[in-house]
C-alpha cells in the first residue's frame, strides 16, 4: 500500500485526484498507477483501472485469477465491476468512499448474485493517509 | 442501431463477442467500436467503453452530455458507470443482457441515489437482429 500511496502522491502533483494503485503476483509488485482522467481526457483512468489494464497487458491476458489489487480508495463501481471482469484475487484499499464507491456503498457490485467473480476485500490499510491526502487536494483546489 | 450492428458484426469477424456501439452527437456519428477484449487483453475493452473513450478523446473532454450511446446490449455494471461518470445524455440499446447486464439487471447502476449521473435509457431497438447475432457467435463456440 506504500507504493500505491506513492502513485497517489505522483497523481497529486499532476493536478489529478490523489488515488494510486498496484498490482502484486506472488508478492511482487507487476503494475502501477495513478489517476489521469484529466491527463487522458478519459473518464476510465482511474488508478485501478489504468493498473489492471497495464497488468493484463503485461500477461497477455483478460484474467488475473492470481494477482492481488492495492488502491488508496474504495473503488468506485466501474473499477469494481473491472475487478470482478478481471477476476482479481484480493481487493485492499486505504479509504472508504461513501460518496463514489461502489463496494460497500451505492451498488455494492461483488454482493450481487450476477457478479460474475467477487474478490476477497480488506480495506482500511494506511487510511489516514491516503484520506488526508485526498482532504488536502480537494482543500488545495476550493 | 444500424451502424452499431455492423460494428458486432465485424466484432464477430474478428472472434469477438459481437457488440458493437457507436456515440452520436447532434445526429453525427462522432465514435464506433466493436469489442476488442480478446484482441486487446483487456478487460475494459468492451464495445461502448471503447466509443466512450474514442470520443472523449476526439472532443478531449472527460464528459459528454450532449452525446447519446447506441449500443447493440445492455451495458454490463462496468460500461454503465462509466456511461454515468462520462455524463452521456441517452442510452438506447438493442438486446437485453439478464445474465451480465447492469442497467436492468444486477446492480442497476443508474437507480442508485449515489449514481452522479443518469441517461435517459430506451431498449428493444434492433433487438432481434442483435440477440441471433449473439446466438448465432455463441451456439458456433460450442
Same mark, same amino acid.
Given at each position: 500500500m506504500d507504493a500505491a500511496l506513492a502513485e497517489a502522491r505522483s497523481a497529486a502533483a499532476r493536478g489529478e485526484v490523489p488515488v494510486g494503485a498496484v498490482i502484486t503476483r506472488n508478492g511482487q509488485i507487476i503494475a502501477r498507477a495513478g489517476n489521469r482522467t484529466r491527463e487522458l481526457h478519459d473518464?476510465?483512468?482511474h488508478a485501478e483501472t489504468l493498473a489492471i489494464r497495464e497488468a493484463c497487458a503485461a500477461l497477455k491476458s483478460?484474467?488475473? =485469477?492470481d494477482c492481488d489489487l492495492w488502491v488508496t480508495l474504495e473503488p468506485c463501481p466501474a473499477c469494481a465491476a473491472t475487478i470482478s471482469a478481471a477476476r482479481l484475487k484480493r481487493l485492499y484499499y486505504a479509504a472508504p468512499d =461513501?460518496?463514489?464507491?461502489g463496494v460497500c456503498h451505492g451498488p455494492r457490485i461483488f454482493t450481487h448474485p450476477q457478479a460474475h467473480h467477487a474478490p476477497e476485500v480488506y480495506s482500511g490499510l494506511l487510511e489516514d493517509q491516503s484520506a488526508a491526502l485526498l482532504r488536502a487536494f480537494f482543500a488545495s483546489k476550493r
Open positions: 473518464p476510465t483512468a483478460e484474467r488475473l =485469477p =461513501p460518496k463514489s464507491g
